[in-house]
């Protein structure tokens, strides 16, 4: 069965720096790869996701994550922190031969950044 | 939300009584799923719905049963309310379009404390 790691509880960033959510991964098969966010009081919301193709995929928000199959890592990443980017952070995945309601998604990852 | 509503968005109640929790969607999606979240868990699947009246177990689905007789509509159901069932359930839906897109959309979340 597919699972999901995200190593870190907590990250903390300054705003305007570079901030990285990390994602490690493990299925039989292929991978599809998912980010979500969930802010206070609310459901998760997609940010972007890995199907196939081009290894960096840009999402919502000026989020990008990069698919490395070698690491079977899946790391969400800014250029440039906000402070409204301060949320909850999933990863998830689906095995490309499984079914729509096989997805695992991690922990979580709580995000902070500072003003 | 992605036009899913969820009621009621926070319930109370006693251990072993019967409570169920609505999942709505407004666009007729074929596929629709129930979680729970809990801390250091992430999210994981309850039950799920590839249709009017197809459902299938998830990976947490002892004591929770499901119906789904309308497409708009994916009722969950604790028939014997226990304290480890206290949690913040939502449902979720996924485009089941040619090709689908493989993301799942989240609903607001229904708060629940068993006591």
């Known amino acids: 069965a597919q699972s999901v790691a995200q190593p870190e509880d907590q990250v903390n960033v300054a705003e305007g720096n570079p901030l990285t959510v990390k994602c490690t991964y493990s299925?039989?098969?292929?991978?599809?790869l998912f980010w979500y966010v969930q802010y206070p009081n609310r459901g998760l919301q997609f940010l972007l996701k890995?199907?196939?193709?081009?290894?960096l995929v840009k999402g919502s928000y000026g989020f990008e994550a990069e698919f490395n199959k070698s690491q079977t890592s899946f790391h969400l990443k800014k250029p440039s922190a906000l402070v409204s980017d301060s949320a909850l952070y999933f990863c998830?995945?689906?095995?490309?031969?499984?079914?729509?309601?096989?997805?695992?998604f991690g922990a979580g990852t709580r995000l902070t950044v500072k003003p | 939300d992605a036009g899913i509503t969820q009621s009621p968005r926070h319930k109370v109640t006693e251990t072993g009584t019967p409570v169920t929790l609505r999942c709505h969607q407004t666009?007729?999606?074929?596929?629709m799923y129930w979680y729970r979240q809990d801390p250091g868990h992430g999210l994981r699947l309850i039950h799920y719905?590839?249709?009017?009246?197809?459902?299938d177990k998830g990976e947490v689905s002892d004591g929770y049963s499901v119906s789904r007789s309308k497409t708009e509509d994916f009722l969950l159901t604790l028939e014997s309310a226990t304290s480890s069932q206290t949690s913040v359930y939502f449902c979720?839906?996924?485009?089941?379009?040619?090709?689908?897109?493989?993301?799942?959309?989240f609903g607001p979340g229904t708060r629940l404390t068993v006591t």
């Open positions: 979720a839906i996924s485009f089941g379009a040619n090709p689908p897109t493989y993301e799942q959309y």
């Open positions: 299925v039989s098969g292929n991978p599809y």
């Open positions: 890995y199907i196939t193709g081009d290894n």
């Open positions: 998830a995945v689906r095995d490309r031969g499984g079914n729509n309601n096989d997805m695992r």
């Open positions: 666009e007729n999606h074929r596929y």
């Open positions: 719905s590839y249709g009017v009246k197809d459902t």
